[in-house]
């Protein structure tokens, strides 16, 4: 299951002081190992899922943002500025399907609609703009299930913009801040009260060129502080209200499974509020957006209530749902990891400049990023030969570059990055033609113009 958008540092299960993640606790507490350290390997939808679902990078499967969109503006009549996943690389619902399960998705997410190609080789694939019918779906799907083993994905995406209000009690000291007429000047533009009350920063408000996301990184809008925290607090209740989806269908299946049945629940990416002179997600790999969630629950075959602090990637899932199932799976299991071993491979993410972030606000979001983690640093280089250098220990989220202080470690591991992100295989160049419905729902999460 994929929590979309959800970091890290924002549940209780990694030490949020808030209770937004009540039964992802449970589920680790009862049942699972919870991995501490886990980096996507890219920081938004497209490639991330294509990441879990062929346990490739974004490099490798192709499924990323079409680097020539910002070069040479070539891709201008393209509807999404993507480049499809390979089709010659076997999915998770592939290989499950080829080992005789039943192979259903449940997504809330427009770029998991089958037409667009992620989810190749489930035999049921939805979307859904209402999630709790997902999870309705889910209880009618055990209810009438067949003989067969049954692989499941959901894909739940409360916690991705735009922000509702929801009713957690933290949202209580901000009042009439989503109030239109009590607003905030900087927030008021960006309130959708046609059906609920709802931050939309992707929207072109009052006539403007340009979303409030791209107004925030050319400077044109400012978010002050407590502007910020209203954002941090709606987000940690829509946080809040995917984990009573999730709670509910792990009731569900729970009671219609075996005992003994695995539970793996990530996310695909976080999201930012600011950090780094940042916002929203995909244009970037610091922590805010690469660092996840994962809990992975398999009675009788992992413990319960243990933590993993080995680093990993999120897409380690791929080989480690197919060694848990008994099929044949490409090395890197987690449940070595598990075990006590080490992971020995570095970690990796990249992200490739966005079509219209690239045009309004340039600079570094015109860029392609390489994360490259190894040894206790980072390094996080860019397209224009920029590099940045931190601890990751004494420096977790970040702050302190000290590429000017280590240049010889910085230029070290580069050079043991570069091969590590060569493109390999056939990656298509043709552009994907989704449906209007489908469109406009993509457009409604801020990804098309």
């Known amino acids: 299951m994929v929590l979309d958008t959800v970091r890290a540092d924002r549940l209780s299960a990694y030490g949020h002081s808030r209770q937004t993640s009540r039964a992802l606790d449970a ?47 070539s891709f201008e009549k393209w509807d999404t500025p ?21 192979t259903v998705s449940l997504a809330g997410n427009a770029w998991l609609h089958p037409e667009l190609g992620l ?4 035999q049921d694939a939805r979307t859904f703009e209402d999630e709790r019918n997902a999870v309705r779906a ?50 008021r533009p960006y309130l ?6 709802m931050i939309d920063l992707a929207i072109h408000a009052d006539g403007q060129s340009f979303s409030g996301y791209q107004r925030y990184l050319m400077g044109q809008l400012e978010i002050p502080a407590d502007g910020f925290e209203l954002l941090l607090d709606v987000y940690d209740g829509e946080i809040g209200h995917d984990d009573l989806l999730l709670g509910a269908a792990l009731e569900i299946w729970t009671e219609a499974t075996a005992h003994d049945s695995v539970v793996a629940v990530t996310s695909d990416h976080g999201e930012a509020f600011g950090e780094h002179g940042l916002i929203e997600h995909g244009g970037s790999v610091y922590p805010e957006v690469l660092q996840v969630p994962l809990v992975i629950a398999a009675p ?24 848990l199932a008994g099929i044949d799976s490409p090395s890197g299991s987690l449940l070595a990891v598990a075990r006590g071993e080490r992971r020995t491979r570095p970690i990796l993410a990249a992200a490739w400049p966005r079509r219209e972030w690239a045009r309004s606000a340039g600079g570094r979001l015109g860029e392609r990023w ?71 729902r993509l457009r409604g999460l ?4």
């Open 192 to 197: 959708d009260g046609r059906d609920t009350r």
């Open 370 to 440: 390489r994360y490259y983690r190894s040894d206790g640093y980072a390094v996080i280089s860019r397209s224009d030969g920029s590099a940045e250098l931190y601890h990751v220990a004494r420096d977790p989220s970040l702050q302190r570059d000290l590429s000017t202080e280590q240049p010889e470690l910085a230029a070290r591991l580069l050079r043991a990055a570069e091969p590590l992100f060569r493109s390999s295989g056939s990656v298509s160049a043709a552009p994907l033609r989704p449906s209007p419905e489908t469109l406009e």
């Open 138 to 187: 889910v209880a009618e799907l055990l209810e009438r299930r067949d003989r067969r083993p049954l692989f499941l994905f959901l894909n739940f995406t409360q916690a991705h913009g735009p922000y509702a209000e929801t009713r957690f009690p933290w949202m209580r000291r901000h009042g009439g801040s989503l109030d239109r007429a009590t607003a905030p000047g900087w927030v």
């Open 119 to 122: 989810v190749r080789g489930f």
């Open 82 to 102: 993507v480049t499809p996943m390979r089709t010659d690389l076997p999915t998770l619902a592939e290989r499950f399907a080829d080992a005789g399960y039943h």
């Open 300 to 323: 009788g075959r992992l413990p319960a209530g243990v933590r993993i602090a080995e680093p990993v990637q999120m897409h380690d899932l791929y080989p480690t749902l197919l060694d």
């Open 446 to 449: 801020g990804y098309v113009e």
């Open 27 to 73: 589920l680790f507490e009862e049942r699972g190992v919870l991995f501490e350290d886990v980096t996507a390997p890219a920081s938004w939808t497209w490639p991330s899922h294509a990441s879990l679902f062929t346990g490739e990078y974004p490099w490798v499967h192709g499924a990323h943002y079409a680097e020539a969109v910002a070069e040479r503006g």
